[in-house]
């Protein structure tokens, strides 16, 4: 299952992006780039056949409909993080939103059990979101940030569907 191409903005994208928060987490990086949107990844984006918006970050986020009906919301992120010699950047995917911000202990369980045996990426909590995070080399090739947005969309959507049976994102 490959995520549609034609994607259409859907009229929700506004509200629940707007309800995600922007500030990511700077972790032990020795450098962080944070600036306007990464050109590299419209490209690569463009080359892919989707469509994107750019947000207030520089950050792209796609709306993807996906099989039996349901749809999914996927980030690309433009800064850069670094460690050492390490340059990676993030593909993210919402799944869960708490009521009140706190995750009932069988959610945060349930999303630790997942990080684990997932093939890629892991759970974050940002904010009142339960987000997947995929980070991907900052010179990854189309192909790779391609597969990458395929995993985040089949697992949160999996996910979100497990946790909720709702299709908010």
């Not at 630790?112 to 080399?137: F, I, N, R």
């Not at 990854?140 to 049976?165: I, K, N």
Request: aromatic share 8%; glycine share 10%.
């Amino acid at each position: 299952m490959r995520p549609v191409r034609t994607l259409p903005v859907l009229l929700f994208v506004a509200t629940v992006l707007g309800a995600l928060p922007s500030a990511r987490a700077g972790g032990a990086a020795d450098a962080t780039e944070r600036s306007a949107a990464d050109a590299g990844i419209a490209r690569q984006l463009d080359e892919l056949g989707y469509r994107y918006e750019v947000d207030e970050d520089g950050d792209y986020r796609l709306a993807f409909d996906l099989d039996g009906g349901r749809s999914q919301l996927a980030f690309v992120i433009s800064a850069v993080e670094e460690f050492g010699s390490l340059r990676v950047r993030e593909v993210w995917a919402p799944a869960y939103r708490a009521q009140g911000g706190a995750f009932p202990a069988e959610v945060a369980n349930r999303l630790l059990e997942d990080s684990h045996t997932g093939k890629l990426g892991g759970w974050v909590k940002q904010g009142d979101t339960a987000v997947l995070v995929v980070k991907l080399a900052a010179d990854a090739s189309a192909q790779q940030l391609d597969d990458a947005l395929d995993y985040v969309l089949r697992a949160a959507d999996q996910m979100e569907a497990e946790l909720t049976g709702q299709d908010e994102f």
